[in-house]
């Protein structure tokens, strides 16, 4: 290898190190711990951290971003992507799992770097422009960004011969999105991918109205009902998410150089990850009720 390009990786390794030093009070440092970038498949690769996600997708005419994660995340997300070969201008389209700020935050800033559109699920688009102020879990606040484009349910992004298509997968915020695309294996095959956009119920979600407490927002628990439904209909090939825990992300990555690309390959991981989160929710769900019954008495 030449020295220059040596040179060249060893800056960006020292680079995406100095990084995580920066880590917020009270955030997970998983959330701001370097990851090497990788490719996936095809035109995916991944270039978040040790768990926020983020996926750069290329494509001739320009590329596209899925989840900006922190305030603060946006230069490692930059570092990932050029150690990867990649112009960051040549992000065109900026896209999100949902609204919390551990995978919006940095938004604002790289749409300023960039000049990519940014795309977002209808009924998470004031959470995006307020920067999370009139979020109903009062979550941290983020610096507002602008939507250029409101998706809804089924909605497809295209650019440069690739399709991703937004499934609304609410209840972790009111629009939650899940993504999926299909990229084409080494052998040809194709391959069926699905970007988890959440399905956590937080400890201090409300999911059942109770005297003076309505819940965290209307018809909350029919939405992770959705969710849940929806997820499971969706064909799944290569599994991941929003955070790298929900699929594993470390324990694939220590099996990759044996394995290879094949280790994304985990249906049997999504179905499971699905009815896991799935039971959590029916248990918070099943216990909130019966709270509330005594309550009524």
């Known amino acids: 290898m030449p020295l220059r390009r040596l040179v060249s990786l060893f800056a ?3 680079f995406l190190t100095s990084l995580s030093a920066f880590a917020a009070p009270g955030v997970d440092p998983e959330w701001t711990t370097p990851q090497k970038p990788f490719r996936i498949a095809g035109n995916l690769y991944y270039v978040g951290s040790r768990d926020l996600a983020s996926y750069l997708i290329t494509t001739p005419d320009g590329d596209i971003l899925i989840n900006a994660n922190l305030p603060s995340s946006p230069p490692q997300i930059r570092a990932s992507v050029e150690a990867l070969g990649f112009r960051w201008k040549n ?8 609204a919390h700020f551990d ?12 000049g990519a559109k940014f795309m977002v699920m209808d009924s998470d688009v004031k959470l995006v422009e307020s920067g999370g102020a009139i979020d109903f879990d009062h979550l941290h606040t983020y610096p507002p ?6 998706l809804h349910d089924g909605d497809t992004v295209r650019l440069g011969g690739t399709v991703l298509t937004a499934h609304k997968t609410p209840g972790h915020t009111r629009g939650c999105t899940t993504w999926t695309m299909q990229v084409k294996s080494r052998s040809g095959r194709t391959l069926n991918v699905v970007i988890v956009g959440g399905v956590a119920a937080l400890s201090d979600y409300r999911l059942v109205a109770t005297p ?3 819940a965290s927002y209307p018809g909350i628990a029919q939405d992770f009902k959705h969710t849940f439904a929806t997820l499971r209909a969706l064909p799944c090939d290569i599994f991941l998410g929003a955070h790298g825990s929900y699929f594993n992300l470390q324990e694939k990555l220590a099996k990759l150089p044996i394995e290879g690309p094949s280790v994304w390959i985990d249906p049997a991981g999504y ?4 009815n896991e989160s799935q039971q ?7 216990a909130q009720e019966q709270k509330a019954k005594i309550k009524s008495m």
């Open 12 to 14: 960006v390794v020292c």
């Open 91 to 98: 992000i065109k389209i900026l896209l999100n799992s949902h």
């Open 103 to 114: 995978h919006t935050g940095g938004s604002a800033q790289i749409l300023r770097e960039t």
């Open 145 to 150: 960004a602008h939507v250029d484009r409101i």
């Open 212 to 214: 003076g407490h309505p």
């Open 271 to 274: 179905r499971r990850f699905i």
């Open 280 to 286: 959590d929710f029916e248990q918070d769900l099943k």
